[in-house]
């Protein structure tokens, strides 16, 4: 087992509907089936590095209320340190409705955070010595900002490796990118946050620069059909996506963030940790769900030495 890791994020629960297609603004649709499960974005993060064997813990927020339960419940089932897991007194869990188009795999999701948008400082302050002895601190942006910039600054004043996975898209200030040591966009939202849009290897390099520029050290951009791209400012690489039946693309970069700091963890380099990420995220695409669709450790490794020889 690596080094520890410590999420900080949401939990929300899915409720997912799958039809043929996606609705547009004043369409109705009939579905086929619906789905409801734990997901929101730090919490899909820690469930795929732990089921990658990483030494994980999941710091979020959750109500007191029946889909508080549904997050502790899927928890023990994956036998997940819940120590840090904070409650919350007035707001309820969040949720996000989700829509699956069962033809294109593709997705449209609204995320109402709940208790997770409601983190206090405080609570971030209980969990410092966590947060001080990880190795590493995987953060995203669906928790509110307040909390989220104080992890990150108890992180950067004790040396602890910052991995930021800008998502959903949302303007960081100067001052916290420039502790980030890598961040994890998607093309889209690597667009919104550098104005590049990012279409080719070329493209990821500019947006990359743009990113390097404010001090972010590292980057690494998840491009959809075209793979993943990772620069250290000094070599760069776009490792094609890999070749899977996609039945359900929901929490691809979720899988692919879990997988790839399982793999820094373990003293995997950034371009190593690029193939575990990317392995993790193609094996999730071949599943329903978010949370229940991240792959164990023994088919990722599978993947990785069929498609890597690692
Ligand atoms: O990245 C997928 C996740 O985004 C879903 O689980 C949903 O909860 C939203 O947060």
Redesign the pocket.
Known sequence: MGKPIVVFG?F?V?LTGRCKGLPVPGQTLMGSSFKMGA???GS?QAVAAHRAGADVTLVTKIGKDVFGNVAMDFYKGEGMNTEHILFDDERETGI?L?MVDEVSAQNE?L?VSGACGNITPEDVESCRALIENASILLVQL?VNFDALYRAIDIAHAAGVRIVLNP?PAAEIPPEVLKKIDIVTPNETEAQVLTGVEVKTKEDAERAAKVFMDKGVKNVVITMGALGAFATDGKKSELLPRLKVDAIDT??A??AFNGGFVMALSEGRDLFEALRYGNATGALSVTKKG??PSMPSRGEIDRMVEENYHI
Do not use: L, Q, R
């Open positions: 949401s929300v899915d997901g929101g974005k899909n996000a989700i999701i995320v669906e998502a929901t929490g970069g979720d978010t949370a």
